[in-house]
């Protein structure tokens, strides 16, 4: 019998590990710097979205205006404290039932694929373990446009020689849930994505693709 979906591609961050607190540790200590409110509320409207348009969302509540050279410097500081922040990852910091869905997968012969607008995605999965066991990563540094473009998961799509159609996406952000049924594919929505009403399959459990795929 054909498969329902030959490959799941999952975003990174939410999905198969959490980083969230290190985005707002590094966020709250550039906007203190910067002498600019930063939030919870802030923070959440970062969900999905690139670096740069992260920095721009902040600097809505900045006092004067920066420079393009300014902000690309605003970012790279961001990223070094972020990445600074990486160093506490182990592969203990795996999301529930992340390890066991990934070895059922594979053990089904359905390919498994990272799409992650996150440049810094291969140290992530350095840290946790992960770097030899997905069939393809696509990330921030081989694309232009971030979610809610669909560019990262077809490139995904792309690396592992499948057509979208025979993809499924496991996102945990409504920017990501709106690109993959742009780009063609089904989207598995966990977390707050669940209340997506584009998502086609709403997840309490990662585990649970299993009943899908």
């Keep these: 019998m054909k498969r329902r979906y030959q490959a799941v591609i999952f975003d990174l961050d ?6 969230d607190r290190y985005h707002f540790q590094a966020w709250s200590e550039l906007a203190e710097q910067e002498g600019i409110e930063f939030n919870e509320q802030i923070n959440h409207r970062l969900r999905g979205v690139s670096r740069m348009e992260s920095l721009e969302i902040i600097l809505e509540k900045a ?3 920066y420079t393009e050279a300014e902000k690309r410097e605003l970012a790279e500081r961001k990223n070094e404290m972020y990445r600074s922040l990486l160093a506490q990852l182990t592969e203990s910091d795996l999301l529930p039932g992340v390890a066991q869905t990934l070895a059922a997968l594979r053990e089904r012969g359905i ?3 990272i ?11 350095e840290r946790i373990g992960l770097a030899e066991r997905f069939d393809a990563v696509a990330d921030g540094n ?9 560019e990262v998961f077809l490139l995904a799509a792309s690396k592992l020689a499948l057509p979208p159609e025979a993809c499924l996406v496991v ?3 409504e920017a990501g849930v709106v690109a993959a049924k742009r780009g063609g594919m089904a989207a598995a929505a966990v977390g707050e994505a669940r209340s997506c009403k584009d998502a086609d399959y709403r997840l309490e459990s990662i585990d649970q693709l299993l009943s899908i795929v």
Excluded at 142 to 150: A, L
């Design 14 to 19: 939410g999905v198969i590990v959490s980083t």
């Design 63 to 65: 006092s004067r205006r």
């Design 111 to 113: 390919k498994i694929a």
């Design 115 to 125: 799409g992650s607008s996150s440049k810094n995605a291969p140290v992530i999965l």
């Design 142 to 150: 081989g694309i232009v446009s971030s979610k809610p473009d669909p």
């Design 171 to 173: 996102e945990d952000a």
